[in-house]
């Protein structure tokens, strides 16, 4: 089985971050599932909160959809599935200050998962696809990987139950994992 890594339900407004387009790169360069060129250069996000109620959280969530990872969550993930992500330096300017403590985490592994013939997918008028109305996986789809986006939705990052639960173990606040089938009933 699998998971999607979502933004949680109940995540406040006001810890939501602000990706600064004008002096970052564009984000979508890390939605391809692929490594993104290595410039060196950070990506800023700017949030209405101190510092300090960003603090515990392992995730925090920004307008990009993009996990801006804790130090402590970034670690994992490099011991668990390294070889599987990048991470890219990033700037969060708060009200009170900045830091630099902080990683986006750029998925490097794509896989298909999302089942054709048993999901219903939501198109626009000109054909493409751009959500569904009902979603299932295909059983085993992940192969051996445990962090991947979706080759048929990159917008989904897709999470093995074997790594679902190690997160959670962590008990670190930010993190949604949830079923497809609870996402898209």
Known sequence: MTYLW????NYPN?????????????????????PAKETGE???FVF?????DLKGLGCVCNSTLIPLVSPRLADFLMREVGEDIQLIKARVIAKDGETDRYKLLNITR??????????????LP??????F?????KPGCMGSSHLARDAGYLGHIIVSDELAAKMRALNMPGISLVRPEDVYP
């Open 48 to 52: 209405e909160c101190r510092l300090a």
């Open 110 to 123: 794509l896989v298909s998962c999302f089942d054709k013939d048993k999901s219903k997918m939501l198109y």
């Open 126 to 131: 000109e054909g493409h696809m751009y959500g």
């Open 133 to 137: 109305e009902y979603l299932v996986h």
């Open 14 to 34: 006001r810890l939501m971050g602000m990706y600064q387009r004008r002096v970052s790169r564009d984000s979508y360069a890390f939605r391809h599932g692929k």
């Open 6 to 9: 979502r933004t949680p339900g």
């Open 42 to 44: 950070r990506v800023d």
